[in-house]
């Protein structure tokens, strides 16, 4: 049937145009005539549209949602956030003389920032969202598990930084994070031969932070493309069951 209307529409083309137009630029022009009605999997641009925008505003609610409630971070092991990768030898060498707790307070605190700012990131998401093209939604359907949380990073990710970063520092004050990290810092860096280290932990905690969020949106958008239930609306159905 397509093949028919493919031919149908070169012809119809054909009859219109002047005899010197290549046939390269006739197919084309079906080509294109044929993709303003129907993509492939059969649905239109306009539903392909509709239904991408609405697939990443659930994944990106129900993200946001996920990381911004108590431990949402801390409770959730993909997604805690650890001691600072240049301070391992700090929190191994603390734990060592018994400081457990004190490590696991600037942990705790680490991951209630973090918290503390996932909700920040759904108007960042929406508006972007709203911003996308129907070419962006029709590569994304048609693309990878992925491709819509990877669209959103790539047009978010600087405004997550602008947003997450004081809302971490202010609430890592509010926390004891600070007070606790300047703790653990002063005695290992008393400590005999070791190494001084300081390592910015409000850039750390936000772009753990920006990370663990978008784990998450990306396991809500996969849910979307393989999870039947997952399709909340007659339109996610038709778009994402084909």
């Given at each position: 049937m397509k093949k028919f209307l493919f031919f149908s529409t070169c012809l119809l083309i054909i009859t219109s145009s002047s005899c010197g137009q290549s046939l390269r630029d006739l197919k084309k022009q079906a080509e294109d005539k044929l993709k303003e009605t129907q993509i492939q999997g059969g649905f239109s641009e306009e539903e392909a549209g509709k239904a991408l925008r609405e697939a990443l505003s659930n994944g990106a609610s129900k993200g946001t949602e996920l990381v911004s409630k108590t431990d949402g971070y801390f409770g959730n092991p993909k997604i805690k956030i650890p001691f600072p990768p240049d301070a391992k030898k700090v929190e191994d060498k603390l734990r060592s003389l018994g400081l457990n707790k004190e490590c696991d307070d600037v942990i705790l605190s680490l991951n209630r920032a973090a918290e503390d700012a996932g909700s920040s990131a759904k108007a960042i998401f929406?508006?972007?969202?709203?911003?996308?093209?129907?070419?962006?939604?029709?590569?994304?359907?048609?693309?990878?598990?992925?491709?819509?949380?990877?669209?959103?990073?790539?047009?978010?990710?600087?405004?997550?930084?602008?947003?997450?970063?004081?809302?971490?520092?202010?609430?890592?004050?509010?926390?004891?994070?600070?007070?606790?990290?300047?703790?653990?810092?002063?005695?290992?860096?008393?400590?005999?031969?070791?190494?001084?280290?300081?390592?910015?932990?409000?850039?750390?905690?936000?772009?753990?932070?920006?990370?663990?969020?978008?784990?998450?949106?990306?396991?809500?958008?996969?849910?979307?493309?393989?999870?039947?239930?997952?399709?909340?609306?007659?339109?996610?159905?038709?778009?994402?069951?084909?």
């Open positions: 929406l508006q972007a969202i709203q911003d996308m093209t129907i070419t962006d939604a029709i590569n994304i359907v048609k693309g990878g598990d992925n491709a819509g949380t990877e669209f959103l990073k790539s047009k978010t990710l600087t405004a997550l930084v602008e947003a997450f970063k004081p809302i971490i520092k202010t609430s890592l004050d509010k926390v004891g994070a600070t007070k606790n990290w300047e703790f653990v810092i002063t005695r290992y860096n008393k400590i005999p031969l070791v190494e001084k280290v300081n390592p910015d932990l409000v850039q750390y905690a936000t772009e753990k932070a920006i990370d663990g969020l978008f784990v998450k949106v990306a396991e809500e958008e996969l849910l979307i493309r393989k999870d039947p239930i997952a399709r909340t609306s007659e339109l996610l159905k038709k778009v994402f069951g084909n």
